[in-house]
């Protein structure tokens, strides 16, 4: 069992910056890639960022590519998304989630992912 919790939203202007943080409970934390999806009003779920189970390998989607740095600090069962440059689209609801399987691949599936935080609102505004 693990549970994710997010934190770190808000409200932010165009061009700001924001640092999400998802902290998971549970024991072996470490030895699971982790995610970070986001989903905005009337749209799909999608993927964002992938960090695999040491932190030696992240992956993004084209969108968030040299804005967004995935990262995480598995003493402290932590991972990260700091956001920068943002603009009104990246406006969603975020999720971190970890990857299924034990030192799993990258995947860009959000059913290839068994635990998920509840979410944390990011609205950018113009």
């Known amino acids: 069992q693990m549970q994710l919790v997010e934190s770190g939203g808000g409200l932010v202007q165009a061009g700001g910056s924001l640092r999400l943080s998802c902290v998971a409970s549970?024991?072996?934390?470490?030895?699971?890639?982790m995610g970070w999806f986001r989903q905005a009003p009337g749209k799909e779920r999608e993927f964002v960022a992938f960090?695999?189970?040491?932190?030696?390998?992240?992956i993004y989607t084209d969108s968030v590519k040299g804005r967004f740095t995935i990262s995480r600090d598995n003493a402290k069962n932590m991972v990260y998304l700091q956001m920068n440059s943002l603009k009104p689209e990246d406006t969603a609801v975020y999720y971190c989630?970890?990857?299924?399987?034990?030192?799993?691949?990258?995947?860009?599936?959000?059913?290839?992912?068994?635990?998920w935080g509840q979410g944390t609102q990011v609205t950018v505004s113009s």
């Open positions: 989630a970890r990857r299924l399987a034990y030192r799993g691949s990258y995947s860009t599936r959000a059913y290839e992912y068994d635990y």
């Open positions: 549970g024991r072996f934390f470490s030895n699971y890639a």
């Open positions: 960090i695999n189970w040491s932190g030696g390998s992240t």
